[in-house]
């Protein structure tokens, strides 16, 4: 008799767990983005109509699982566009990527220094952006200004956000050191060494297009890269077209936007 009362009240417990729980509402991509990502992100623009619907979407959901704060500067609708874009557009070629390494990005309003002060007597105030690290793990840094310019001037070959991206991505390895094996194959490894330490060479003997900050470190050439491959890739793939084949297929991009 205990075991049938005990079966019975079991039942009835799953029935009114289940009967209360409600399925996870999905946000409704607001129909504005189209036109604010075709003005403003020129990756977003080159895809197909159908990759498009599913960037929007990707966007939504990044910017359900990311927490974005600003420290003495509003964060607007137009600035979340900018951060989601630049988180999609270096994995938009894998389709289920998820950023485990990032839980939140905090936006100053201009350049900071490395204490993550941004007062203007500063003159050590000069970074941009930057992938936190110690407290601030799992954290991105970036300057709203930079945000902005990274997607208004169509020419220059440089986006921070994307920049920062790119180094989340080269440090899902567990090191960030330029060499993306996570998502390069063994067998590419010692041929993009080879390219990245020629082009390296040439940024510093100031026979590369590729932007001076490039020739810096291994991680900062990978970044750096990137940015000129997504901000101008016909240019890239003409200038460089061996690290075009290489980073091309690191991220695995969709032939419609290249």
């Not at 420290?71 to 485990?100: H, M, Q, R």
Request: charged fraction near 25%; glycine fraction near 6%.
């Amino acid at each position: 008799m205990i075991y049938t009362l005990v079966f019975i009240v079991l039942v009835v417990f799953v029935f009114y767990a289940f009967s209360k729980a409600k399925p996870k509402k999905v946000e409704k991509v607001p129909d504005h983005w189209h036109n604010v990502l075709i003005n403003k992100v020129l990756f977003y623009k080159n895809l197909s109509i159908g990759d498009q619907a599913i960037f929007r979407k990707r966007m939504s959901l990044f910017l359900s699982e990311i927490n974005i704060d600003g420290v003495n500067t509003e964060i607007e609708e137009l600035d979340k566009i900018l951060i989601a874009s630049s988180g999609i557009i270096p994995v938009f070629g894998f389709p289920n990527w998820s950023y485990n390494n990032l839980t939140g990005i905090i936006v100053y309003p201009d350049s900071f220094n490395e204490d993550l002060q941004f007062s203007d007597k500063d003159e050590n105030k000069k970074i941009l952006g930057m992938v936190g690290t110690g407290r601030f793990e799992k954290q991105m840094i970036l300057s709203k200004k930079a945000i902005r310019l990274a997607f208004s001037n169509k020419t220059d070959k440089h986006n921070t956000p994307v920049h920062e991206f790119v180094h989340l991505l080269d440090k899902m390895d567990g090191q960030t050191d330029g060499i993306p094996e996570f998502f390069l194959g063994k067998e590419y490894i010692e041929p993009w060494l080879e390219l990245m330490y020629k082009e390296m060479e040439a940024i510093n003997n100031d026979a590369s297009d590729i932007r001076k900050y490039g020739g810096t470190s291994e991680a900062e050439f990978f970044s750096v890269a990137s940015e000129y491959f997504f901000e101008r890739p016909k240019l890239f793939k003409q200038k460089h077209p061996e690290l075009y084949k290489m980073l091309s297929l690191c991220f695995q991009q969709p032939k419609s936007n290249h």
